[in-house]
């Protein structure tokens, strides 16, 4: 009697198991399969569109890179120019009986003017980015270009103009260019 109740007792748990892994099955194949199939394709769309905006970015980098040349060309070419116009310029006026005395201060005044006006057009100034008391503007300014990709020398980097609250200073830098004679 003992025994028959104790096998009673197995057959009905084993029919519950049955029933509760038939239960598990169906929901996972009603459920869970469809979600991870959808999540397999979801990745992988992602991945394919992550790679075609890698791409494209590889692409524009190295479109900028050709127009970032080709603006050094032209401001070599023209600070060629505008020195040979600005010597010419001056050689007329020394024919015209100019003391030997003025002649090598009005060619470094002229060189110096042009080169001034160059050398202002490698400044690049931020705005809004919030300033901090006795911040480092330098490190500031080189975590700015790494989060933009960029890696260039800069000099001469400071906040401009006064401190007054409630108002963000723009940060001011320079450019260093190397390769071009006339700008080192």
């Not at 057959?11 to 049955?18: D, E, G």
């Not at 199939?37 to 075609?52: N, R, T």
């Amino acid at each position: 009697n003992g025994i028959e109740k104790q096998c009673r007792n197995n057959v009905r748990n084993a029919k519950h198991t049955r029933n509760y892994q038939g239960k598990v099955s169906r929901v996972l194949n009603e459920g869970a399969i469809p979600l991870l199939h959808e999540a397999a394709v979801k990745a992988e769309e992602l991945q394919k569109e992550k790679i075609k905006d890698q791409r494209n970015t590889i692409k524009l980098q190295g479109e900028l890179i050709v127009k970032k040349d080709d603006e050094m060309r032209a401001v070599k070419e023209s600070m060629k120019s505008t020195i040979k116009e600005e010597i010419k310029s001056y050689s007329s006026v020394v024919t015209k009986s100019c003391t030997d005395a003025l002649a090598p201060k009005k060619i470094h005044a002229a060189i110096k003017t042009v080169a001034e006006k160059e050398d202002r057009r490698w400044n690049v100034i931020i705005y809004g980015e919030p300033e901090v008391p006795e911040e480092n503007i330098s490190s500031k300014l080189e975590e700015l270009l790494r989060e933009v990709g960029e890696k260039p020398i800069v000099s001469d980097c400071c906040r401009v103009g006064y401190r007054k609250p409630d108002c963000i200073r723009p940060i001011k830098f320079h450019f260093i260019v190397f390769g071009c004679p006339l700008l080192s």
